[in-house]
Antibody, heavy 122, light 113 residues
């Protein structure tokens, strides 16, 4: 079964850091672009960042550049999101999502994890 | 950045009736090099992640009931649920996935009248 399982969320103080992980199973992780999408409480979806199969290309939403870093470890079938200088407005459920096989840089997401919750508060 | 505007924000439809959601982009989703519209629709039920319904504006994802259909091109798109079922109660999002970032609409909540 194709599965994405996020972890690493929790409560963090403003200005703190957190590293989210997404464990992939049931497919050849190294063959797919991967994406992080977040959703603030009661709000809509926001695309955060994506990364190419080999990690050689990474793209971010402008508002988060410099604070968030996406990475992957294909040997561990894992995707990561390093979040620094966290703010209250970063409070959200963070989803990892997969591109369809064979897609290029621009793609819809066909498989989603259940998400991990990040709360930034003092 | 591209702005995706969905209308209405919410709608209530009787069981078995048609539901129509519109999505308008501030920039064309049609990529001239392959003549494809980079537009997807997702369904999100409470407490669940989004689920892909439609991609390339009108291609139904495998396993999605055929009462869901997508149409449109360029900057104007529509998701239609031809005969609303109770299990279709959800929030629906459009997303333009070219260029980066893949911008989402604000969502449309569909309820039973």
């Amino acid at each position: 079964e194709v599965q994405l399982v996020e972890s690493g969320g929790g409560l963090v103080q403003p200005g703190g850091s957190l590293r989210l992980s997404c464990a992939a199973s049931g497919f050849t992780f190294s063959s797919y672009w991967m994406t992080w999408v977040r959703q603030a409480p009661g709000k809509g979806l926001e695309w955060v960042a994506n990364i190419k199969q080999d990690g050689s290309e990474k793209y971010y939403v402008d508002s988060l550049k410099g604070r968030f870093t996406i990475s992957r470890d294909n040997a561990k079938n894992s995707l990561y999101l390093q979040m620094n200088s966290l703010r209250a407005e970063d409070t959200a459920v963070y989803y990892c999502a997969r591109a369809p096989y064979g897609s290029g840089q621009y793609y819809y997401m066909d498989v989603w994890g259940k998400g991990t919750t990040v709360t930034v508060s003092s | 950045d591209i702005v995706m505007t969905q209308s209405p924000d919410s709608l209530a439809v009787s069981l078995g009736e048609r539901a129509t959601i519109n999505c308008k982009s501030s920039q064309s989703a049609l990529y001239s090099s392959n003549n494809q519209n980079y537009l997807a629709w997702y369904q999100q039920k409470p407490g669940q992640p989004p689920k892909l319904l439609i991609y390339w504006a009108s291609t139904r994802e495998s396993g999605v009931p055929d009462r869901f259909s997508g149409s449109g091109s360029g900057t104007d798109f529509t998701l239609t649920i031809s005969s609303l079922q109770a299990e279709d109660v959800a929030v629906y999002y459009c997303q333009q996935y070219y260029p980066t970032p893949g911008t989402f609409g604000q969502g449309t909540r569909v309820e039973i009248k």
